[in-house]
């Protein structure tokens, strides 16, 4: 697997990769992420394409389940630990 190239953010660390014909897209926020596979194809074939893809929808989908991913990880801490 090669690194193809970042893609900026503000808020999240954001890194393509390629291996066998298919991307990979990491999406990173504090100690958590999130990699979406992504075949390549006549629509999706360079670093860019994968730029195009990523839209404000997406991106703001992809916060959204960090923020829920944070949450369960804090439940699952305060189950862990209850308070007294």
């Not at 690194?3 to 990769?17: A, D, K, N, Q």
């Not at 074939?45 to 703001?60: A, F, P």
């Not at 389940?65 to 801490?77: D, G, L, P, W």
């Amino acid at each position: 697997m090669r690194i193809v190239g970042t893609i900026p953010h503000p808020l999240m660390r954001i890194t393509v990769f390629a291996m066998n014909m298919r991307y990979s897209v990491k999406f990173e926020m504090g100690q958590m992420e999130q990699t979406y596979k992504i075949r390549e194809s006549a629509h999706i074939n360079s670093l860019e394409d994968i730029s195009l893809l990523l839209d404000d929808q997406l991106i703001d989908e992809c916060l959204n389940h960090f923020t829920a991913m944070h949450k369960s990880m804090e439940a699952a801490f305060d189950r862990l630990t209850p308070n007294t």
